[in-house]
């Protein structure tokens, strides 16, 4: 079976982990959210990009239209709701919004001035709990709703937290590709470590691949 979506040109969707078969896609009219704030910052003119969501059946949901000078990053979804990252340049702070699909309301979590954060590269909402972080230069950062920064290796990546444990996807080439999971204190530390990929099924699972 062929079935026709309506995106308004979004020519690629990805499975919104947790939501239970939700998709989310945007368009990258100015690069991703980092290239957008590099762009910005030239005084270059960025053109607003737009988020979907899609559900199983193809209905697409577009919760929040930018305005210009606005840029949507990469969603999440978490507790029901669809977790909506958005930069509004102009007025140089970061907002964190929900979308409940079952009443249609869009509502404010948390509004942070740009200045707060060294810029938007890595710049994400992850679920479970909620909350924002940054990736960059070999070390790791919680945003909000506390403040949490540690360094990590090269390879690397977030996965998710689970209470006081964050856990990491770090890669190997020795000479053969494999992968470990890294688990981490809140201060950086290494609590244990074992081999297998994390993957997210889109029921909210996650998979460890051994």
């Not at 690629?12 to 947790?18: D, I």
């Not at 030239?42 to 990009?49: A, E, L, P, V, Y």
């Not at 970061?94 to 942070?112: F, H």
Request: overall charge negative.
């Amino acid at each position: 079976m062929m079935r026709t979506v309506k995106t308004g040109s979004i020519s690629y969707l990805e499975v919104l982990h947790g939501s239970g078969g939700w998709y989310w896609g945007t368009d990258y009219t100015s690069g991703d959210l980092y290239e957008a704030e590099e762009l910005y910052e030239d005084r270059h003119r960025i053109s607003r990009n737009r988020l979907i969501f899609a559900d199983p059946s193809g209905r697409v949901v577009e919760p929040v239209k930018a305005e210009e000078g606005q840029y949507f990053g990469r969603p999440a979804f978490s507790e029901g709701r669809f977790i909506i990252l958005l930069a509004d340049f102009p007025a140089g702070v970061i907002r964190l919004m929900s979308y409940d699909d079952a009443d249609g309301e869009v509502r404010g979590i948390v509004t942070i001035p740009r200045t707060e954060i060294e810029n938007c590269y890595n710049l994400m909402p992850e679920a479970e709990p909620l909350m924002l972080t940054r990736q960059a230069d070999n070390s790791f950062e919680v945003v909000w709703p506390e403040r949490v920064k540690f360094p990590i290796g090269p390879t690397e990546s977030f996965c998710f937290r689970e209470g006081e444990r964050f856990y990491f996807s770090k890669w190997y080439e020795d000479p053969d590709y494999r992968e470990e999971v890294v688990v981490r204190g809140s201060d950086g530390s290494v609590l244990e470590t074992f081999p297998g990929a994390i993957n997210f099924m889109a029921n909210g699972e996650k998979w460890v691949l051994i």
